[in-house]
């Protein structure tokens, strides 16, 4: 009896029709899913604060056409030591590789003064020193530095910072930034000269050339 009650076809039949209703129920919400999945991913691609997102394509062509501008640019800027009669041009990053001293006066053939670069590492010091004679000025070109005074202040300048230190003041330079710092030294003695720059016959505009 329960034989014929399992192979009773109408049953059979319902059953398979409420399967069949099922699994295209399920399909649907498997569609529905990856539908709302790939609208998501698209409005995603669009916002370039998600990783992965996909920039447009005309903004990688501005970006690549400026990027390439900037090279070319860069490549047509003095790098290396050009001397010409009375001048002498050049790039402090093109005179030395590491940590260390960046021999300006020697590179540029200076005559009148003392002029070098520093590049310290991170976390580095110079130590302290002081001079005989010279009267230095300190330029920070790059990074962030603390100089530290024989009498015990300090004080930390970042990039464009100046520092003037007389002969036999102490004097100690420490690295406080984040990377590679990089500063110039000017040292001197003997007395500033005065405003002495004259404007060229061809070129007479009235009132001195030189903001020295």
Same mark, same amino acid.
Request: charged share 35%.
């Given at each position: 009896?329960?034989? &014929? ?47 992965? +997102? ?29 001397? $010409?009669?009375? /001048? ?7 005179? $030395? ?41 300190? /330029? ?6 603390? /100089?530290? /005074? ?27 930034? &984040? ?8 040292? +001197? ?7 002495? $720059? ?12 030189? &903001?020295?």
């Amino acid at each position: 009896m329960s034989d &014929e009650k399992n192979d009773d076809p109408d049953r059979l039949a319902d059953q398979a029709e409420h399967t069949a209703d099922d699994l295209a129920h399920q399909g649907d919400e498997v569609a529905e899913n990856i539908e709302r999945t790939r609208s998501e991913w698209e409005r995603k691609q669009e916002d370039d604060s998600v990783p992965g +997102a996909i920039p447009d394509p005309a903004e990688e062509v501005q970006e690549r056409e400026a990027q390439e501008e900037h090279d070319r640019a860069r490549n047509a800027q003095t790098r290396e030591t050009v001397a $010409g009669e009375g /001048f002498a041009v050049g790039h402090v990053d093109a005179m $030395g590789e590491g940590p260390g001293f960046r021999k300006i006066r020697r590179e540029l053939d200076v005559e009148e003064l003392g002029v070098n670069a520093i590049v310290l590492p991170e976390g580095h010091d110079t130590g302290f020193h002081f001079h005989d004679e010279q009267e230095e000025l300190y /330029f920070v070109h790059r990074g962030t530095v603390e /100089f530290e /005074f024989g009498d015990g202040s300090r004080h930390v300048l970042d990039e464009g910072g100046l520092a003037r230190v007389a002969a036999p003041t102490h004097r100690r330079v420490r690295n406080v930034g &984040e990377g590679e710092a990089l500063y110039v030294i000017v040292g +001197a003695k003997g007395g500033y000269v005065g405003r002495d $720059g004259r404007t060229p016959e061809d070129e007479q505009s009235g009132g001195e050339h030189s &903001e020295s």
